[in-house]
């Protein structure tokens, strides 16, 4: 068996202590005589793997009494229905536009806010007429046109696909009610809970498998669904009232999930991934600087992403090319999301400094060998 260098955005590579622990206990969990995938998730077993990956996810992000933890489905996507559904509450939110998944989160808000309330635009970073250029960088607040009676504020501090990041929570505007996507970087780094009112993620890059949907809720904003439009299943109120299990919960995405926040509390928690993650994004964003302009990336240094790093070539012949060796070299999920092409290396936590040492080592090679025959 070989594993290959996994940059794909997601679903993505998942630590290998992890897997192999899944594997081990896979026809038999701990003595009971079935998989945790084939238990009642109202037995005992199963909410002891519940309990005991809500503890270390707390211990990981050192969340605060006053926040509840869910483990729901749907995605991402879903919470960007259910977060105005929850909190709107007739009143109006502002959402900041900073790449392609905070204006996916605003359009949706947008699509039923006549049902809701008002969603306004306080920020776009998007470049008018010329959406390639656009998506560099996240707004000063002083650059925000924000409501100062909006119940929320959303924002996406980690854009998968632009390579956009928030490195410093305090960059956030003080005194909004902050709502965050951090599907794609959360677990990269401590997080200062407190400075946000909720925070939503979908598992498939940083957590687990697909399947499962982190959300960390304050709990003064529970209770405030609007039950004419709001369907239980996306009550925050109704899920921490049933521990997330008004219905059948993904069992086995929130098992896996549990080793993997194991994982990480014995790997040194998230302040030594912070400075990992850290040193391994340095690698890449170097090697693209001493391209000599080979390697181009477009965000503006103090907002590059520490996890999805995009970059482009000279040519899209080039880039192609570069995606087609890299794979016969045993890398897999370089190719640029579809709406933007180039390339894009996503350097989650499971992905080992080997692995990015020798994707910077062809990145050089390739340089050296291409931009001389152009
Ligand atoms: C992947 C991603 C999503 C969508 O996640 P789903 O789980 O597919 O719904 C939303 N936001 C961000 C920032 C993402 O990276």
Not at 6 to 20: H, I, K, V
Request: charged share 25%.
């Amino acid at each position: 068996m070989t594993r290959i260098w996994n940059f794909s955005a997601g679903p993505a590579t998942l630590p290998e202590a992890a897997l192999r622990e899944a594997q081990a206990e896979l026809l038999d969990w701990h003595g009971a005589g079935a998989s945790i995938m084939e238990m009642s998730h109202r037995g005992k077993c199963f909410s002891e793997v519940l309990e005991t990956a809500k503890a270390d996810l707390r211990a990981l992000l050192a969340i605060p009494e006053n926040y509840r933890v869910l483990f729901l489905q749907g995605g991402a996507t879903l919470q960007f229905s259910a977060v105005p559904m929850n909190l709107l509450a007739g009143r109006c939110a502002d959402y900041v536009v900073t790449g392609a998944w905070s204006k996916k989160a605003w359009q949706e808000a947008a699509r039923i806010e006549k049902a809701v309330g008002k969603v306004r635009l306080a920020a776009t970073t998007e470049a008018e007429g010329q959406p390639a250029d656009g998506f560099c960088s996240f707004p000063r607040a002083d650059e925000m046109r924000l409501d100062p009676k909006a119940a929320y504020l959303h924002v996406c501090t980690n854009e998968t696909i632009h390579g956009v990041e928030v490195r410093d929570d305090a960059l956030l505007p003080e005194g909004a009610t902050v709502v965050a996507d951090m599907s794609s970087h959360i677990l990269s780094r401590p997080v200062d809970i407190w400075r946000y009112g909720l925070i939503y993620a979908g598992a498939q890059k940083n957590i687990g498998p697909s399947g499962m949907t982190l959300v960390i809720v304050r709990e003064d904003l529970l209770g405030q669904a609007d039950a004419n439009v709001t369907p239980r299943l996306l009550d925050y109120q109704a899920q921490t009232e049933n521990d997330s299990m008004l219905n059948t919960p993904c069992t086995f995405a929130i098992y896996m999930a549990g080793l993997v926040f194991k994982w990480l509390k014995k790997e040194g928690g998230l302040v030594r991934m912070a400075e990992i993650n850290l040193e391994k994004a340095a690698r890449v964003y170097e090697t693209i600087e001493e391209s000599g302009g080979f390697y181009r990336n477009p965000v503006e240094e103090a907002c590059r992403s520490r996890m999805n790093i995009p970059f482009t070539l000279p040519t899209p012949e080039l880039e192609a090319e570069f995606v087609r060796e890299s794979e016969s070299r045993g890398f897999m999920g370089l190719k640029g999301h579809k709406s933007v092409g180039g390339i894009r290396a996503s350097l989650y936590n499971a992905m080992p400094r080997e692995g990015v040492e020798a994707l910077v080592e062809f990145m050089r090679e390739f340089a050296a060998r291409r931009s001389k025959r152009n």
